[in-house]
């Protein structure tokens, strides 16, 4: 050792000993940084957000690595003066990347450690082929691990570029080659030093020195090897925020190399997302055992422990000291009277050939101080038991495990309150329509939020209309499902004042707009007439639905105007008038049944229509065959709506309408024509309910309106449907009638009689119509007078 200088170890346990930190920086065309890595922040002093943006000269002294960007790698040392640390030797490697990215250069660089170089062996950068060491398949496969966070696909081109030029690797005296990887160290090379040294000082004056320098070295090493083990296993866990599936990244991470046995177990309430456990656990709170790792022979532990089985702790046991003191629990060895009491707390089940001999950590799972759960480790005998140091390491596991297992709970439980009210808002049946049959499917989304923004609704309307909807919310989670919930409401609303499509439309922007600037959404809404055999759609940006003829089976996209989304605002909707035949089907969906990643949609509208025009038994039938033909293999990203409606229409035979003079005696007219249609019909049971209620509604449009003429119409379907039309716009209203006054009453009596009435008004007049039950269906035609 040099006694000239200060004492080696410092620098050593900052770059040489355990691991020699590395940084990692990317550069793109413009001479900017794009990427740069936690080592890279240690390294030069610079965060993450200071560095990316800013020019890569401003922050690192390797401007001589900018020559790489010409097409060839280069490497060499640089000096880095730090207020802090004083001058720092700095070795750095670049690589000129190319591709359609923006990325131009890859920067490594690592602190040399001893910034004079030193006498006994001065390190150089330099490049080999990766394929000149026993581990290159190793080295080629851990090679994208050096990166900064950035995709797979990226992380991979650039690996592969790295691998064609040559591996980054260390010059030690110009002679001994060490490879730069993510878990590189010098262990071997210090261990190496010593000897050369003590071997030049021509005795045994040295080695103890070395050997002295060497323990604290090691000491440090096993240090850094727990706390890469750490980061490792923080970097494999949390990879989703599906709570079981964390559960088993974490069980599965710490076998075999910190335990050979490891066992997770969650609270009932956080496994079932509910809220936040109330109080702490006790000998009644209930244990989900989630998953059990082990390298032991398969299916030891299965019939003892089994995964998915439900547990109360005992009171005397290390697993309840665990979960009650919320700190972990070390048994060096578990002998065999430990093992015998531990096991006889337990009814029906023996614990001790599988726990007897071994050394057993129990370590809480907490997150905010409450316990969330526990896992139970242990080693077989033969194996170093468990110390203080592995009760540390054990219990920063579960701790950096339950934050990620809490971040999984809250997003359970988010997505649950999400599900239940999107539920809540979703149809729980769907209603029968006259001249239409429908089926449905939602289907939530299975790689992003479970719960979506999307939304069906069958709407029935004045004149045995039916309104289809489907919208589709931007965006997943809570606050998408109470949008899709606020929004449907309001169509919902607006159709019941029979509001044509284009003007719906116009007022759903508008009241997206008050709401908020983040209220976005697609709809489609149209209108079926099954006497008129049409419909009108109207669309805000939303997919176009496909028209299955029933002639030919054939199917096609149908062309409409395509709107701005509802929030956009500033837009005019269009309405499509479109003809129908008897038995044509309609299909509505949202994006996310036709949307693959990679592929154009235009793909998927293809497929789309392809399946809806396969033949099928039942609409439901004819709904699967079209969910299942466009069922991505790795699951949809999105949630997905779909209504199907098959048009059936109403006979002509089955309408009746008239005209009638605003005059005393239409009202005496419209009851004679009502009983003898109905009488044609067969239906002479509702003949005196329908009778009177039309003398109502008609005698108020002869005496309240202006108009020159007032229309009637019967419509036969399931149930009997009476409409009164006339010109005056104003629509009827109930009042209170004294005793002694005479009028007020025909709404009440209209009310009380009918199974449904109601009134809307368009462009033309106004329309009041009720709905009669058919006490007994005979045949069209038949005559019972």
Not at 159 to 180: C, D, F, K, M, T
Not at 482 to 497: I, K, N, S, W, Y
Not at 529 to 557: F, K, M, Q, T
Not at 663 to 681: K, N
């Amino acid at each position: 050792m040099d006694r000239g200088r200060p004492d080696p170890v410092p620098a050593q346990r900052r770059a040489a000993p355990g691991r020699i930190p590395l940084a990692v920086a990317v550069v793109d065309f413009a001479g900017l940084v794009t990427h740069w890595s936690s080592g890279a922040r240690r390294l030069f002093g610079h965060t993450r957000e200071e560095a990316v943006g800013s020019a890569a000269t401003d922050l690192m002294p390797v401007s001589g690595a900018l020559s790489a960007a010409h097409g060839y790698p280069s490497c060499g040392r640089a000096r880095l003066t730090d207020s802090g640390r004083g001058p720092v030797d700095v070795l750095w490697w670049a690589y000129p990347l190319v591709g359609s990215g923006p990325e131009r250069l890859l920067v490594l660089a690592s602190d040399a450690g001893d910034p004079d170089g030193g006498a006994d062996g001065r390190l150089s950068p330099a490049f080999a082929p990766h394929t000149d060491f026993p581990e290159a398949a190793r080295l080629a496969g851990r090679l994208p691990d050096i990166l900064p966070s950035m995709g797979p696909a990226m992380s991979g081109r650039i690996a592969e570029q790295v691998l064609e030029l040559g591996y980054p690797v260390l010059e030690i005296n110009h002679s001994e080659r060490l490879p730069v990887t993510p878990d590189w160290g010098l262990p071997k090379y210090v261990e190496r030093r010593s000897r050369r040294t003590a071997a030049a000082a021509g005795g045994d004056a040295v080695p103890p020195a070395g050997d002295a320098d060497l323990a604290p070295d090691l000491e440090y090493a096993a240090v850094r090897e727990r706390l890469e083990f750490l980061n490792e296993v923080s970097g494999g866990i949390g990879t989703s925020l599906d709570l079981e599936r964390t559960i088993r990244e974490v069980t599965s991470a710490a076998v075999p190399r910190f335990t050979d046995f490891a066992g997770t177990h969650l609270r009932a309430a956080v496994l079932a997302g509910e809220g936040f456990p109330d109080g702490p656990p006790d000998v009644t709170t209930v244990w989900h055992r989630v998953w059990v790792e082990h390298n032991d022979e398969p299916g030891r532990w299965d019939d003892t422990v089994p995964v998915g089985e439900a547990i109360a702790f005992p009171e005397h046991t290390p697993f309840f000291q665990c979960m009650v003191t919320g700190e972990p629990v070390l048994i060096p060895r578990i002998s065999e009277e430990l093992g015998n009491r531990i096991s006889g707390q337990f009814e029906k089940r023996d614990l001790r050939p599988l726990i007897n001999g071994r050394s057993m950590l129990v370590v809480p799972l907490k997150a905010r101080n409450v316990v969330l759960g526990f896992m139970v480790l242990m080693r077989r005998d033969g194996r170093e038991p468990f110390n203080d140091m592995d009760r540390t390491t054990g219990a920063e596991l579960a701790a950096r495990a339950g934050l990620v297992l809490d971040n999984a709970r809250m997003y359970t439980y988010q997505e649950n309150v999400a599900e239940t009210l999107q539920d809540s808002m979703l149809p729980q049946f769907t209603p029968r329509m006259a001249g239409c049959d429908t089926a449905t499917r939602y289907l939530p989304g299975t790689r992003l939020g479970r719960v979506g923004g999307d939304w069906f609704d069958t709407i029935k309307l004045p004149g045995s209309r039916t309104a289809l909807v489907v919208g589709d919310v931007m965006g997943h989670g809570l606050n998408a499902a109470a949008m899709m919930g606020q929004l449907r409401t309001a169509v919902q609303t607006m159709a019941a004042l029979d509001l044509p499509p284009e003007q719906l439309l116009r007022n759903l922007d508008d009241l997206a707009q008050r709401l908020g600037e983040h209220y976005l959404a697609t709809c489609l809404y149209a209108v079926y007439d099954p006497v008129r055999s049409e419909l009108r759609i109207a669309n805000a940006g939303h997919i176009p639905p496909v028209l299955v003829r029933a002639e030919d089976g054939r199917s096609e996209l149908l062309t409409l105007p395509t709107g701005a989304p509802i929030g956009v605002g500033g837009v005019a909707f269009e309405t499509a008038r479109v003809r129908v035949a008897p038995g044509d089907r309609l299909v509505l969906c949202t994006d996310g049944l036709v949307e693959v990643r990679g592929q154009d949609i235009g793909t998927g509208l293809a497929a789309l229509c392809e399946s809806a025009a396969h033949p099928a038994a039942s609409m439901d039938d004819a709904c699967d065959t079209i969910i299942r033909a466009l069922n991505p293999a790795d699951g949809r990203n999105d949630d997905v709506a779909l209504l199907m409606a098959r048009l059936n229409g109403i006979p002509p035979e089955h309408v009746a309408q008239w005209q009638l003079d605003r005059e005393p005696a239409a009202a005496g007219r419209a009851r004679r024509l009502v009983r003898d249609r109905l009488l044609e019909w067969g239906l002479a049971e509702a003949a005196g309910t329908t009778e009177l209620l039309v003398s109502e509604l008609v005698t108020n449009a002869v005496r309240h309106t202006v108009s020159r003429r007032v229309g009637l119409r019967l419509v036969r379907t399931e149930s009997l449907l009476c409409e009164v039309t006339d010109e005056d716009h104003r629509l009827p209203a109930l009042i209170g009638a004294g005793p002694a006054e005479e009028f007020g009453r025909g709404l009440r009596v209209l009310g009380g009689l009918a199974r449904e009435w109601g009134a809307s008004h368009d462009r033309d007049g106004k329309t009041v119509w009720f709905e009669q039950s058919l006490i007994r269906a005979a045949r069209p035609g038949s005559n019972m007078a």
